[in-house]
């Protein structure tokens, strides 16, 4: 008797959660920890079946044509695995389960002996350690958003003003302005700061598949859903969620999103009971999404309880004041990386890079110096270190005021060679490289007796 006293003290010190099941299933002991864990009394667990903490590890006999209740009683074996158990409040809890048999002197299993350790903490930090590893390198500009140019502090100030309300924000413009980087703007200095960041991308995935992932789904909820399901909703809860291409979101899933805006609860697939959303919503599209809702493919009503805060970020060709410190900025990042030191930029290069329209935005020129960066040997960024394809669309007359600028270096026999190599040999390609005429290159190749198809190997 006195045993048992120590034994119940010693089990309720325990900060795992302990469970004994008969044979039959029914939980004959729990401790305090499990208690505390679950939601449930002691009552409400004690001579109930196991089944009540719907753990998507077990593995049920019965029911199967097996003769024991678990498959652990039949396989008797002892492993370690994650799981998620339901706590009476219906909310899942992520847990690392330990599991073994007791055994009379016979062999005979007595009981099964469960150990739960709530991994929900550590769930919790690995997404944030993921995603401040993401930050740190990007941790310059306004959180890491760079940009001088009086329509990038206009952007900054709204990004502060929206972080401080809890209202959904709408981020528009073109493809590669820096909306997801806005998004995590706004939730690093946000309210919000401290819980998770989860980002989803309306348009990636097939219809079937976007509510079980935005909402999460029950075990057996359909065929092939043989775990419980946590969706991104479920996740962001405390943080924000960036539902990213909100203009490409199928009318089935605007329903559903629409409803969370509206009651802030959802309904995970297989179930009927709501679940509370306490999640900030920011969207980001680069499509005119005013414009979807006229020809009848967004939802008037969601457009409107997105668009509470609407923030544009303007393309990179209307901003040009941020050209160079972006490219400073880049070049920087890549030389740290490489442990380079970091090149500066011609003047004619940086010409040409205004000249360009920036059909990809801050995306393209990141690209771009990417390129820059790979072909340049020490020394300065010059024109024929810029994409090929940047050359080629850029304007004539940008062109030709660069050649001119950069004619010393363009006519010599390395430059020549140089561009060859580029282009691999083709004298058209590299004729593009250097702005000038492919009969220029071919002239050029017989003064200084360069052979094409040598000129890999120079
Ligand atoms: N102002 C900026 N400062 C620094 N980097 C930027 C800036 N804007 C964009 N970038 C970089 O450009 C790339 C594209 O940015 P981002 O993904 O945020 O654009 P987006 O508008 O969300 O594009 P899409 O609409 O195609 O999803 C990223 O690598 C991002 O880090």
């Known amino acids: 008797m006195e045993f048992e006293q120590h034994l119940a003290a010693i089990v309720n010190t325990m900060s795992e959660g302990l469970l004994l099941v008969g044979a039959d299933g029914g939980i004959v002991m729990i401790n305090e920890a499990l208690s505390r864990m679950t939601g449930y009394a002691r009552d409400e667990l004690l001579g109930h079946a196991c089944s009540v903490l719907d753990c998507d590890g077990c593995q049920r006999e019965r029911g ?92 900054f100030d709204l990004l502060e003003r929206a972080a401080g309300s809890d209202a959904p924000v709408l981020l528009t413009g073109e493809s590669g302005t820096g909306k997801e980087l806005a998004a995590r703007a706004i939730h690093e200095i946000g309210r919000r700061r401290r819980g998770p960041f989860v980002q989803f991308n309306c348009g990636a995935l097939a219809e079937s598949l976007l509510e079980s992932e935005l909402f999460g789904h029950a075990k057996g909820a359909f065929t092939g859903a043989t775990r419980h ?41 297989g179930e009927s009971r709501p679940v509370r959303a306490d999640v ?40 040009l004041d941020d050209l160079a410190p972006l490219a400073e900025h880049f070049l920087c990042r890549l030389a740290h990386q490489a442990g380079r030191p970091v090149p500066s930029i011609a003047p004619e290069a940086m010409r040409l890079l205004a ?77 593009r490289l250097l702005g000038v005429s492919r009969g220029t290159i071919l002239n050029r190749m017989r003064r200084y007796g360069v052979d094409s198809k040598h000129v890999l190997d120079y």
């Open 355 to 431: 000249a360009h329209p920036w059909p990809g935005n801050v995306r393209e020129l990141k690209s771009a110096l990417e390129y820059a960066f790979v072909v340049t040997d020490a020394g300065p960024v010059e024109p024929r270190h810029l994409p090929p394809s940047l050359i080629a669309a850029a304007a004539p007359a940008a062109l030709r005021e660069v050649c001119r600028a950069a004619a010393p270096v363009e006519t010599g026999r390395d430059a020549l060679v140089d561009a060859l190599r580029r282009a691999g040999g083709n004298r058209s390609e590299a004729a």
């Open 64 to 155: 199967q044509g097996g003769a024991a209740w678990c498959r652990l009683f039949a396989e008797k074996t002892t492993r370690a695995k994650h799981c998620t158990i339901r706590r009476k409040d219906g909310s899942y809890l992520p847990v690392l389960k330990n599991q073994t048999l007791l055994r009379d002197a016979a062999g005979k299993p007595l009981f099964a002996v469960e150990t739960l350790t709530d991994l929900s903490e550590v769930v919790v930090l690995d997404r944030k350690v993921e995603e401040l590893t993401r930050l740190l390198s990007a941790e310059e500009g306004f959180h890491g958003l760079i940009g001088q140019s009086e329509a990038m502090r206009r952007v």
């Open 280 to 319: 900030r919503v920011i969207s980001a599209t680069n499509r005119d999404l005013a414009r979807l809702v006229a020809e009848g493919r967004f939802r008037e009503d969601l457009f409107f309880r997105v668009n509470v805060i609407p923030i544009t970020l303007p393309p990179l060709r209307d901003r």
């Open 229 to 269: 399901r946590q969706g991104r909703f479920e996740a962001a809860a405390g943080g924000d969620i960036f539902l990213d291409e909100i203009g490409d979101a199928p009318a089935s899933i605007q329903v559903k999103l629409l409803r969370v805006l509206e009651s802030k609860t959802f309904e995970r697939v």
